[in-house]
């Protein structure tokens, strides 16, 4: 079936007068649109906002080098690492939501539902306050205070980012026809066999997309690093505002545009990811690896 048909299957193709009134419609958004971009850039255009004097300052060379690329480096930074921690973890958390144990599944669950309530920028400043109610504080372990704000930034990102992570887990498992697991169950693989073997190579692919609009998302809430005064885009962008008074719309501007560009690079990796795994799916090497145990006589016996 060709994707024209299956277009035609999900609703009524528009008639005459419904394509002429979607046309009227899309034309008079795109009007309404253009109209406001316009006066916006008229009103900004009258506060001298395009005038070259005030760029000069936040894309000055050495404030480039001084100050934007060691955010970029720190922004990368605190992403790579928070999204290290909340794969793992989420991994964890994501497999206890759905474990046969009774006290490993209320564990898991409270955890989501405890830290996906909380507001992410309270996580991150309360990790960052309690710093040293246990005895301990990191500048006694030798941390330097940037060290100190990355550390608790990475904790709070990956914490909250992992009780996002396991409900896509948990979800996508649900998701799967129950007659796949039950038939490895019917061949005697045991549970830890059967979601490793069978659901886990399927599960990966179709939670690519949720998990790829999550990591974009855990990317722009490094911007949160500025409550802690983590240096990081945000932060760097008000210093310069700072610096330059007249030039703080454009810095903004400015780091705005570098979240989108490092946003839209993040996405064509994983979309290039996901093309591959495609076309070279896991299932072969799953399959062969089922084979293996099951001829290998590992697997428990059907009575």
Same mark, same amino acid.
């Not at 409550?227 to 945000?234: A, F, K, M, N, Q």
């Given at each position: 079936m060709n994707s024209k048909n299956e277009t035609t299957v999900l609703f009524d193709a528009l008639g005459p007068k419904g394509r002429r009134n979607a046309n009227i419609a899309a034309i008079a958004s795109a009007v309404v649109i253009l109209g406001v971009l316009g006066w916006v850039a008229y009103v900004l255009y009258g506060e001298g906002f395009f005038e070259s004097s005030r760029w000069v300052n936040p894309l000055d060379a050495l404030v480039v080098e001084t100050t934007w690329i060691p955010a970029i480096v720190n922004t990368l930074v605190a992403f790579a690492l928070g999204s290290l921690v909340a794969l793992v973890? +989420?991994?964890f958390i994501g497999f206890g939501r759905i474990s046969r144990f009774l006290p490993t599944r209320a564990a898991?669950?409270?955890?989501v539902q405890f830290f996906r309530s909380l507001p992410l920028v309270l996580l991150i400043w309360v990790s960052f306050t309690i710093d040293g109610h246990f005895g301990f504080t990191t500048d006694t372990l030798g941390?330097?205070?940037? =060290? #100190? #704000?990355?550390t608790f930034l990475v904790l709070g990102l990956g914490i909250y980012n992992a009780a996002i992570l =396991?409900? %896509?887990? #948990? @979800? +996508?498992?649900? @998701?799967?026809?129950?007659?796949?697991a039950m038939a490895g169950q019917a061949i005697g693989l045991r549970h830890g066999q059967v979601q490793r073997l069978i659901v886990l190579p399927q599960v990966l692919r179709n939670m690519l997309p949720a998990v790829? =609009?999550?990591? $974009?998302?855990?990317?722009?809430?490094?911007?949160l690093g500025y $409550?802690?005064?983590?240096?990081?885009?945000?932060h760097s962008a008000n210093i310069i505002g700072r610096d330059y008074s007249n030039s703080f719309l454009q810095a903004? %501007? %400015?780091a705005a545009l570098i979240y989108f560009a490092m946003a839209y690079a993040l996405s064509k990796v994983v979309v290039f990811a996901e093309r591959r795994m495609r076309k070279k799916t896991a299932a072969p090497k799953a399959a062969a690896q089922l084979e293996s145990v099951v001829a290998g006589g590992t697997a428990g016996t059907v009575v």
């Open positions: 973890l +989420g991994v898991s669950t409270v955890y941390w330097s205070g940037e =060290a #100190r #704000r990355l =396991a409900e %896509i887990l #948990r @979800a +996508g498992v649900n @998701a799967l026809p129950p007659g796949q790829l =609009a999550q990591l $974009v998302i855990l990317l722009k809430d490094t911007s $409550v802690i005064t983590y240096p990081e885009l945000l903004l %501007i %400015i």
